[in-house]
């Protein structure tokens, strides 16, 4: 926002100051003006809460894509974000180490897992195993076997083995053949064996275990917010029914964003109101005060986007596409005239739904001599240009459509300040605006609006005859 102009006897400060210093806002019988252009600023969208860190994955997920998947008005390319939590303390502040840390490119994220501290624990488990006991024992047994009897000599009384002898004879002896059968004793003993005997037994055993464990954290509820610059169907919020200053209300056949909006901005207005439980579309220009909660509108029209609430109303912004319908009236411009300038001819303008549709230029010498000419058109009322509608004329006599195809575009706010040229944003230069086809209409789409109440078409060239038919598109009056 630029100062325009501040004299007289302008010297009250603004509250809060302003951009470079301290703004002034009038004096005694005075005013300040300033040019704001409402398509050239940005506004801050609601403030967006769609995850909770306690509902049971233990995240709270407030990305930028989650959001303008859900909410469709919100802009495809935010310049700026806000984060808080919902407390209204900037997260910063909070100093919680983020997954996401408030960045346009995603958005907020908090895990409270990653927010928890890693400890050691030592616990003791009980295991179970299967051993095998070995056992062993002795067993006796009486163990008896056969063995053969030899004949012992003969003892006496005392013990002594007595020895016999046998008398050899001269008798003659008969040997026998028959081997005599031994004589076989039994003889027992007791023999001991061991037995090894193995058992299966179930065992139990203490073990010892190291573990790192998370104690988790815990994450703040964050809300997320994004600043958008302004932008033809823009959604501004949701507003009480008073805020909308209604300047006009139609039901539409089909109660739809795009029907509303459409059907506004071609009346010229800047906002388009939409409260679908009374099925009503109203126009307006201005608001006064700020949006609410968005959760107030939450009833959708037919196109998924919010209509408004019980008691509430869904706003958007218009492009203004209104035709002014400027009169030859309003019109003031350089006089034609012949070379010794004795005659003064008529008017070489005309409203661009005028009746003037030819430029008599008989007896007019001064053909492609290129004339400084500069029109000046007095609106009613101060009101916002968003575009320029303009043609030719039919020169009559000589059988040609001529007339202006380059001029400049001046505006000033109430006709006491200064004037000044629309300049495309980024450029000193003022911005030259070329006819494309002088029979028919060429619209001068403006790149950024201006508002003014005054607007001058300073002309650059023009064939053969100067001639122009112009209109202007943007905004109805307040």
């Not at 407030?62 to 303390?89: A, G, M, N």
């Not at 908090?110 to 050691?120: A, F, K, Y």
């Not at 009101?383 to 195809?405: C, H, L, S, W």
């Amino acid at each position: 926002m630029t100062i325009d102009k501040s004299e007289g006897n302008c010297d009250i400060d603004c509250t809060g100051g302003g951009d470079s210093g301290v703004a002034v806002c009038g004096g005694v019988g005075a005013y300040s003006i300033y040019d704001a252009d409402v398509y050239g600023i940005s506004d801050w969208t609601d403030w967006f809460d769609t995850d909770d860190p306690d509902d049971g994955d233990g995240w709270d997920r407030e990305l930028i894509s989650t959001h303008q998947s859900s909410f469709s008005w919100i802009c495809s390319e935010p310049t700026d974000i806000e984060c808080q939590t919902k407390d209204r303390v900037p997260y910063d502040v909070r100093n919680q180490t983020l997954h996401d840390a408030c960045t346009l490119d995603d958005g907020l994220s908090c895990s409270n897992e990653e927010l928890g501290i890693w400890v050691n624990v030592t616990y003791n488990v009980t295991s179970y195993e299967i051993v095998n006991v070995v056992t062993s024992e002795n067993e006796t047994d009486l163990v008896c076997n056969l063995v053969p009897v030899t004949a012992a000599p003969p003892e006496d009384n005392n013990g002594t083995t007595v020895q016999t002898t046998t008398a050899a004879t001269s008798d003659n002896i008969t040997e026998s053949s028959v081997t005599p059968t031994p004589l076989m004793a039994l003889k027992c003993t007791n023999v001991t064996n061991e037995i090894v005997v193995t058992t299966p037994v179930n065992t139990s055993y203490i073990e010892g275990h190291l573990k790192t464990i998370n104690i988790p954290g815990s994450c703040d509820d964050y809300e997320v917010r994004y600043l958008c610059e302004r932008e033809d169907g823009a959604h501004l919020g949701c507003y009480e029914d008073t805020e909308a200053v209604s300047l006009s209300s139609s039901s539409l056949p089909s109660l739809t964003v795009s029907n509303c909006k459409m059907h506004c901005s071609s009346g010229g207005y800047r906002l388009a109101a939409i409260k679908s439980v009374a099925g009503t579309c109203s126009c307006a220009n201005s608001l006064s005060s700020i949006p609410i909660d968005y959760q107030q509108c939450g009833i959708s029209c037919s196109d998924g986007l919010p209509c408004g609430g019980t008691n509430h109303k869904s706003i958007y912004l218009t492009e203004c596409n209104g035709n002014f319908g400027v009169q030859k009236s309003a019109m003031e411009g350089t006089k034609l005239h012949n070379n010794d300038g004795s005659d003064e001819y008529g008017t070489w303008y005309d409203s661009f739904y005028g009746n003037d549709v030819t430029l008599n230029m008989y007896n007019y010498s001064n053909a492609d001599a290129q004339m400084d000419l500069v029109l000046k058109i007095s609106l009613t009322d101060e009101r916002t240009v968003n575009a320029i509608e303009t043609k030719g004329m039919y020169v009559f006599g000589e059988e040609i459509d001529a007339g202006v195809n380059s001029f400049y575009l001046g505006y000033q706010h109430d006709g006491n300040d200064e004037e000044k040229f629309y300049q495309e944003y980024g450029t000193e230069q003022a911005y030259v605006f070329t006819m494309s086809d002088l029979s028919g209409t060429t619209t001068h789409q403006l790149s950024h609006s201006i508002s003014a109440k005054f607007l001058y078409i300073h002309v650059l060239t023009y064939d053969y005859y100067p001639g122009i038919k112009l209109d202007f598109i943007g905004c109805a009056s307040s």
